[in-house]
């Protein structure tokens, strides 16, 4: 994945006979803004886990689960 392109490298799949929730695997999604997606996360049923936080030099992220307990990431720039 090109960081300058839309996109991602990876997709969610659900398999029979493999429960989600907690897994070692987090997949991380681009945004503009990830304090944006955050605010959208509670009232989809997700639930925050670490709100938006600077990496430095290499943007800001967040670390939220789904209505399933899966955890992801959303990454920006600002």
Do not use: W
């Amino acid at each position: 994945m090109k960081m300058e392109e839309g996109g991602a490298s990876g997709a969610l799949v659900k398999t029979n006979g493999f429960d989600a929730g907690r897994n070692s695997t987090i997949i991380y999604f681009r945004s503009d803004d990830c304090a944006i997606e955050e605010s959208k996360i509670p009232n989809a049923g997700g639930k925050i886990f670490k709100s938006k936080q600077s990496l430095g030099e290499y943007g800001f992220m967040i670390l939220a689960s789904d209505t399933e307990g899966n955890m992801f990431g959303v990454h920006s720039q600002k």
